[in-house]
């Protein structure tokens, strides 16, 4: 679906002479998603015409890992999208300082920016500036198999502390189910396990703290712990044979095909993993999702009720006209965020619109991170990419026994150092 956002500007004539009209031609980039999502997005934009003679809106999508790569590049070129999706993060102060973003602090709708969490709208402002606005929130949830936890006699509700975790992966393991799924090829998936533990380790302020240099910065005990709790698990070999050579997109079908009781994965996969399915999928009778386990003797209190996850959006780039802002700021609006929820597209983050979650995994989810005492963005994003790289190589080590917790903290510290 490629559609061109065509702004008409009447330029001014002799009483007897016709209007000529200027074109601006505005792209939204967005990372790959399922036909019954950019149709949600071809409404939106179907609308905005409605309301504006001569507008056309063009959407191009590309795949996640590709998105990745190839966004630096577009930004750098001519062919830069006007609006563009963003984890924000270390990546979206990056952009900024390159100067490749815009800032929209005084070109909102008057009274929008009151729609919106000022959480959310903080993970997209740099220095006091907003350079682009929150779309969804996200969050990375234990996904269970109820007919394998149960069949093993795996009580999930009483899995509270990560020890309560690992007892029930060894009662799995003992009755012969594959305790977990995981895609270590793409390493990301494994980084939750790190990223979470860090959190329940050493609190809230634990990655802010160590951004700012404070103490021993990444290699801090908490970041060491991470380490050697995570260590503790995949010591159990509680994956699925062959692992490390699984990409996510191979684990979610497998984790929905039955092959393993736990996933560690966000909420956004609850379609996905169906659609990857050679079965079909579990049925919502047969899924749960629980939080995170804690810890429970940390090395600082307050992180029990952290969650990790995203707050995903869009950012602008240097060259958008203001057209572009009137638009981002319309499919942001109110309706169209609780169109979303009741199409179960995503867990909208405009205030208010969350009642119209009608899925019970979706509206969890909002319940979750709502009652959070912190959400953390996912640490690959949030660190900026070179350094989120890093922290996704050293999941993978560390799952795999090939470093030590310390020399995977000294690693990510060192990344940080020379970002």
Do not use: C
């Amino acid at each position: 679906m490629k559609r061109t956002l065509t702004t008409l500007a009447l330029l001014a004539g002799t009483t007897t002479a016709g209007a000529a009209a200027a074109q601006t031609e505005i792209s939204v980039l967005r990372v790959a998603i399922n036909e019954e999502q950019e149709q949600y997005y071809e409404d939106i934009a179907q609308a905005f015409e409605a309301e504006h003679d001569g507008v056309d809106v063009n959407f191009e999508y590309i795949a996640n890992e590709a998105y990745k790569s190839k966004l630096p590049t577009l930004l750098q070129s001519d062919a830069r999208p006007d609006i563009f999706y963003s984890w924000g993060g270390q990546t979206l102060v990056q952009q900024s300082e390159a100067g490749f973003l815009q800032d929209i602090s005084g070109m909102l709708p008057e009274g929008f920016r009151e729609t919106l969490p000022e959480a959310a709208l903080e993970a997209y402002t740099v220095d006091g500036s907003l350079y682009g606005l929150p779309l969804y929130a996200t969050e990375v949830v234990l996904w269970v198999n109820t007919t394998l936890t149960e069949q093993a006699g795996v009580d999930v509700d009483q899995i509270e502390t990560w020890e309560d975790f690992l007892s029930a992966v060894q009662t799995l393991k003992d009755e012969g189910v594959t305790p977990i799924i995981t895609g270590g090829q793409d390493k990301w998936p494994l980084h939750f396990y790190w990223s979470y533990l860090a959190l329940r380790e050493g609190g809230p302020d634990v990655v802010s703290t160590a951004m700012g240099g404070e103490g021993d910065g990444f290699e801090s005990e908490a970041f060491i712990e991470a380490g050697r709790e995570f260590q503790k698990l995949t010591e159990m070999e509680p994956f699925q044979e062959g692992f490390m050579g699984t990409t996510y997109e191979t684990s979610s079908g497998m984790f929905a095909d039955g092959a393993g009781a736990f996933y560690l994965m966000g909420d956004w996969d609850y379609l996905p993993m169906r659609e990857r399915s050679t079965s079909g999928g579990l049925s919502d009778e047969e899924l749960k999702i629980i939080t995170f386990p804690v810890i429970s003797d940390p090395v600082t209190e307050g992180g029990a009720e952290a969650t990790l996850g995203g707050i995903n959006g869009w950012a602008v780039s240097s060259s958008a006209e203001p057209e572009a802002i009137e638009f981002l700021a319309f499919m942001l609006n109110e309706e169209n965020q609780r169109k979303a929820a009741e199409q179960e597209i995503f867990i909208p983050v405009a205030k208010g619109t969350s009642d119209a979650l009608q899925n019970d995994f979706y509206a969890q989810v909002a319940e979750h991170i709502e009652s959070s005492a912190y959400h953390q963005i996912f640490l690959d994003q949030f660190l900026g990419a070179s350094v989120g790289a890093t922290v996704n190589d050293i999941s993978a080590d560390l799952a795999q026994g090939a470093v030590t917790p310390e020399e995977a903290a000294a690693q990510v510290q060192e990344a940080w150092d020379f970002r």
